[in-house]
């Protein structure tokens, strides 16, 4: 999205602080490469050139202006095409306001203000004004504290405003974030980080990019007071910091790193450095760690210095690299992590090798860069996670109660918000006004949130004869582009669309409504890019780009310059800003070529598995293919994915991905996740090559059974893959006993024991370990009603800040019943044996008819779902 805030002058001018003549960086040698960075920049952004650097002909102070030379100097390409400098002027002048007009303001050292209070940019979110527009309201929460109470306070007010939903991989804005209320991790913690450095606190967005128990990664928040770092679940306050529910998970983990903005600068333990960014591994604050050591050695057995070294691990079903640690010159890499199991794979150009390693017992490996990825063979990795450890103490009970009393005071009033959003009874009444289906009217806004006024306008001020288009865009979109796109961005794709196949007022065709009406490409942000290339493209790409995309390809061969690694954050740049900043990233770029495609009435995508640019013509897609991309043979290999397997049906990153060699790694296929295998009806045309099959079974202990399947794909070739998943072989014996009849006897309706067997959820529902419970049950719903058994649910009162209404939840299976457990008084009495020490919710036992339990699970876990399944049958 592209931000005018021109609107902004009064505010910025208020906002104005600083003495005019103090310097903002006093290291005269990291000045020097802020400097020369800044002057690469300028040559950089020609096409913006105004734009971007017009602020410094204002009277800036020179802390502004070396804040602004900072920014611009390390910023990534999406910001330099997306914003112009009064945004950023504005965000500088509010970050040197919160230093002056708090006390901790000035005992900030200066690498800390400038990596982790200064940037408006937290992660891969698009940005927005909410510094300039939250900062009075932050402020005054926190008047009189000092930085450990103002940092736990403001965690506060972030619930107050948010809460834990899933959702897609795109990152909303912090404003966008508090108008529906809530957001993913990654979205939390965004947003968490934005409101501390609201208030001159330093903070930062830690991750585990993949847990090493459950596939799955987690997003949370690190705060820097008086010399040390300390870390906090986002938008989920505890009574003190080093304390959340992912605690216990994050000592499992194999690394927790954060991304930080800039040039490198500090002593922090650093595994990447670039000239923009470096990634910082914070593992040891959390985990017991390990350094591993990797040699790299040619078929002569030279040392081969510049190698990628991936240190991969299994997750989502691919071997996914947690870092890629480059050789030294004697061919050396190394990396600190957690007490699991590894997939080493190294690389340079096509020579590769990999071997898989249990860090515990490993000091150095060396690789030899000899495989062949003409080979076709199959390889079995048995895969082991960090052990369980013994739970940390937690706080007091007074300090949790008082705690959970204040969540309980700010559930509510988030839900007060909430309760202002449009009811369907006003949605049915607006549809009936404008002719339209109410069932649907009545969806679009439910799915736009706090958005609803900006939906609602789309709708009212969409003309007569587009109206029933309107909607059927409206249906195509995400939820989350229906919570945060303007009315002007859906109208100008609405009046803007060609339809080349026939009239606007006739029924559309679904080629034209999802490859040319559609305004969503990729994960970018929806942005009015149609009416911008409808009027500033050149003539004779207008005039002859529909019966000729390959004008466009031409085009934007000729007119941008790629430069991938300056997009270090991964954020698309709109179509727009690359056609204005004329540099982008390559994958920008295909988005791009799609934009100015269905601007011209000419269907377009991305390819849904290897996202490569289409243009429909002739009957079929036509793949498309830049001056700086080598096209391999317009012939495809097709591949047929069969399985036998039901217990369960594999699906898509989660029991199976395929992947494709190039330059010396297999890169994933991005088929949508949780793609059953059954949906895969059709063949997979395919570019000829080397490919590789992942299958993996996690097991109930968060082990993993994975296969590794090298096979070629020729040219017209037609093959088929069954997928067989490895099984365990261990017969399972029961791990204790519960007393079913005493259990229910705390339900609301008690029954007989059910003999096919019983699940027990105790559960904290208001905690995101809970509600990914909810989503993996939903998934199999069918199958558990098929199973016949009990679920049996325990809201523990003493952890749930809000009552537990079962009736919000219809994707329960069908015999889900319902209890109260205080204290978990049910667990340590009725089920034997008894645990010691502290219970980490969510607890999950499956047990059979007598009582044996045979599964068992506690704290945080994705794929419960399953394991239950898995463990039914």
């Not at 309980?408 to 949605?427: D, F, L, S, V």
């Not at 296969?707 to 020729?714: A, K, T, Y």
């Not at 037609?718 to 007393?739: A, C, F, Q, Y």
Request: hydrophobic share 35%; net charge negative.
């Amino acid at each position: 999205m592209r931000y005018n805030l021109l609107s902004l002058a009064v505010l910025v001018i208020a906002l104005a602080s600083g003495c005019s003549g103090r310097h903002l960086i006093r290291n005269n040698e990291y000045m020097s490469t802020v400097e020369k960075s800044f002057e690469a920049r300028k040559s950089l952004c020609s096409g913006r050139y105004d734009t971007l650097f017009g602020v410094f002909k204002k009277d800036l102070t020179v802390e502004q202006s070396e804040a602004l030379k900072f920014l611009y100097a390390f910023m990534p390409l999406n910001d330099l095409a997306d914003y112009n400098g009064d945004f950023f002027l504005a965000n500088v002048k509010a970050s040197l306001r919160a230093r002056d007009e708090t006390p901790w303001g000035e005992s900030v050292p200066e690498d800390i203000f400038l990596h982790y209070v200064l940037p408006v940019r937290v992660n891969n979110e698009n940005l927005d004004s909410f510094r300039i527009a939250y900062y009075d309201e932050i402020m005054n929460r926190i008047t009189g504290m000092d930085l450990h109470d103002a940092a736990i306070e403001i965690n506060h007010w972030c619930h107050e405003k948010v809460e834990y939903q899933p959702a897609d991989e795109r990152t909303s804005a912090p404003v966008s974030t508090i108008l529906s209320a809530r957001g993913r991790c990654g979205e939390e913690s965004t947003f968490t980080v934005a409101a501390l450095r609201t208030a001159g606190i330093p903070a930062r967005q830690v991750y585990t990019p993949r847990w090493a128990h459950c596939d799955d990664n987690h997003a949370w928040v690190e705060i820097w007071d008086n010399g040390s770092w300390y870390y906090t679940g986002a938008c989920e306050p505890e009574p003190v910091l080093d304390l959340g529910w992912f605690t216990e998970p994050a000592r499992r983990a194999m690394l927790v790193h954060t991304k930080s903005f800039g040039a490198p600068l500090g002593s922090e333990n650093t595994i990447v450095k670039k000239n923009d960014y470096s990634v910082v591994n914070n593992l040891s604050k959390y985990a017991v760690t390990k350094s591993v050591f990797v040699k790299v050695l040619n078929m002569e057995g030279v040392p081969v210095p510049d190698a990628d070294v991936e240190y991969q691990l299994y997750n989502y079903a691919e071997f996914y690299p947690l870092a890629v640690v480059p050789s030294d010159k004697n061919g050396m890499s190394h990396f600190e992590t957690g007490l699991g199991d590894l997939l080493i794979w190294a690389h340079k150009n096509n020579a590769f090798n990999y071997s898989k390693i249990s860090v515990i017992d490993t000091d150095t490996l060396t690789l030899v860069l000899d495989r062949d990825p003409a080979d076709e063979y199959k390889v079995n990795f048995d895969l082991n996670v960090p052990a369980v450890r013994t739970p940390l103490p937690g706080p007091s009970s007074d300090m949790v109660d008082e705690n959970a009393r204040r969540i309980e005071q700010e559930n509510k009033i988030r839900q007060h918000y909430i309760n202002t959003w449009m009811k369907p009874g006003e949605a049915g009444k607006l549809a009936e006004k404008m002719g339209l289906d109410r069932e649907q009217v009545v969806m679009e806004i439910k799915r736009s949130m706090g958005n609803y006024i900006e939906i609602c306008d789309f709708i009212t001020d969409s003309p007569d004869s587009l109206r029933e288009l309107a909607m059927e865009m409206l249906k195509i979109l995400p939820d989350k582009d229906l919570r945060d796109t303007k009315s002007s961005t859906l109208t100008d794709h609405l009046v803007n669309s060609i339809d080349k196949t026939g009239p606007k007022s006739g029924k559309p065709d679904e080629m034209f409504i999802n490859y040319v009406l559609n305004p969503r490409v990729a994960n970018e942000i929806i942005a009015p890019w149609r009416h911008y290339f409808l009027t500033n493209l050149p003539s004779e790409l207008l005039n002859g780009g529909y019966s000729n995309p390959d004008l466009i390809v031409e085009y934007l061969n000729n007119d941008i310059k790629i430069a991938d690694a300056e997009n270090y954050y991964g954020t698309p740049i709109t179509p727009e800003g690359v056609n204005e900043l004329r540099v982008s990233d390559r994958r920008s770029r295909a988005i791009c070529f799609v934009a100015i495609c269905r601007s011209l009435g000419v269907p377009s995508r991305l390819e849904p598995g290897t996202k490569m640019p289409q243009f429909y013509k002739n009957d079929r897609w036509n793949d498309v293919w830049f001056s700086d991309q080598k096209q391999p043979d317009e012939n495809k290999g097709y591949i047929r994915l069969r399985s036998d397997e039901t217990n369960p049906v594999p699906e898509y990153y989660i029991q199976f991905t395929l992947a494709r060699f190039e330059n010396g790694r297999y890169n994933t296929l991005e088929y949508d996740y949780n793609r059953k295998i059954s949906s895969f009806r059709d063949e997979l045309a395919l570019p000829p090559g080397s490919y590789m099959l992942v299958t993996g079974n996690r097991l109930s202990n968060g082990n993993v059974l994975s296969q590794l399947s090298f096979f070629n794909l020729s040219e017209n070739e037609h093959k088929t893959l069954n997928i067989k998943l490895r099984k365990e072989t261990v017969k399972r014996h029961p791990s204790g006993k519960v007393d079913l009849q005493k259990i229910l006897g705390l339900l609301d309706s008690p029954d007989s024991i059910n003999q096919n067997g019983t699940v027990i959820i105790w559960m904290d529902p208001d905690r995101e370990p809970a509600k990914h419970i909810f989503t993996d049950l939903a998934q199999f719903k069918t199958e558990f009603d098929n199973w016949g058994g009990d679920f049996i649910f325990f809201p523990d009162p003493s952890a749930t800040r809000t009552e537990f209404n079962p009736e919000d939840h219809p994707e329960f299976p069908a015999r889900s019943r319902f209890g109260v457990d205080n204290n978990l008084y049910a667990f340590h009495d009725f089920v034997k044996p008894v645990s010691s020490g502290t219970i980490n919710l969510p607890l999950v036992i499956l047990c059979d008819g007598k009582g044996n339990i045979f599964y068992r699970s506690e704290g945080y876990k994705i794929g419960i779902g399953e394991d239950i399944l898995k463990n039914i049958n």
